[in-house]
């Protein structure tokens, strides 16, 4: 996961900037005229995504041609957000734009590797059309991670994925992301949680949530495998040339490198267990 600074725009602007680009005049005046509760809402989420709270906040699972607030539907909301948000013709598409270019080097803060092509809705619309355009509910995002993560609400703190814009300090700076190479034909990398013993028990679920919510596991092996067959053949020239103490040099440099990057990146993660790996040092790689 990778730490983003909360967005600096105003949600009520941001909201009145893609209903004004509304063209029926019964559709707009009834957006306009839930503006204070969208506020409120806003506001809501800002202080529980803080408290680390927001599942607390109840889905709403109406219909989506049913009234959610005022006179509005849900099916409404929801094309506040798809019609004049991400339509690249609207003038709020810059506030769309503006959110996206936030993903640092564009790269998605979820997953930390994927590229972030879209604006992520860390609550969904469908449960939470309230927060449509609520600009700290939009997160830069790849489409694996925007579409491939699990559907379930949170209804414990537990049960809560991290928030880049949120959850920061220790989710960050201190490693949770562990690997260990198995003995296959080739070489696989196996990826899991550990999370340090001096945390509580909530921050501890809560990386285990995130791991099998955005399924880390299977995408990060995946991204090992082809950084493997890429490092075999530099491998063989470093143990011609220094031995095996020089491939776990090299691996050891590497891991080093990226874990001054990124404590939880796959890359980390894996170096880090090449290292610890006498079968893969001696031998492993070249299988």
């Not at 219909?63 to 957000?81: P, S």
């Not at 490693?175 to 013993?197: C, D, G, H, N, S």
């Not at 995130?210 to 082809?226: I, P, Q, W």
């Amino acid at each position: 996961m990778r730490a983003l600074a909360p967005p600096n725009y105003d949600p009520q602007e941001v909201y009145q900037s893609c209903i004004n680009s509304i063209t029926n005049e019964n559709l707009r005046n009834r957006l306009n005229l839930v503006t204070n509760d969208i506020v409120v809402a806003g506001k809501d989420y800002r202080n529980r995504a803080a408290a680390k709270q927001l599942y607390t906040i109840p889905p709403n699972n109406c219909r989506n041609d049913e009234i959610v607030l005022g006179a509005v539907t849900k099916d409404e909301f929801k094309d506040v957000y798809s019609l004049h948000m991400v339509g690249r013709e609207k003038p709020a598409r810059a506030i769309y734009d503006s959110l996206l270019s936030q993903a640092p080097l564009g790269r998605c803060p979820f997953c930390g590797y994927g590229h972030a092509s879209t604006l992520d809705h860390y609550l969904p619309k469908t449960k939470y059309p309230q927060f449509t355009v609520l600009p700290f509910n939009l997160v830069p995002s790849c489409k694996d991670c925007n579409t491939g993560k699990s559907t379930a609400i949170a209804t414990t703190v537990e049960g809560q994925s991290l928030h880049p814009y949120f959850d920061h300090q220790n989710f960050v700076n201190e490693q949770w992301l562990y690997a260990e190479v198995m003995q296959t034909t080739p070489a696989t990398i196996r990826y899991f949680v550990k999370a340090p013993e001096h945390w509580d028990d909530i921050s501890k679920a809560r990386v285990q949530t995130h791991f099998n919510n955005f399924k880390l596991a299977s995408r990060y092996s995946v991204e090992a495998s082809n950084q493997l067959a890429c490092l075999r053949d530099s491998l063989i020239c470093y143990r011609k040339l220094l031995g095996t103490d020089g491939i776990r040099t090299h691996l050891a440099i590497e891991a080093s490198a990226h874990g001054c990057h990124h404590s939880n990146s796959w890359q980390t993660a894996m170096f880090q267990a090449l290292v610890a790996s006498d079968w893969y040092c001696e031998r492993g790689f070249e299988i």
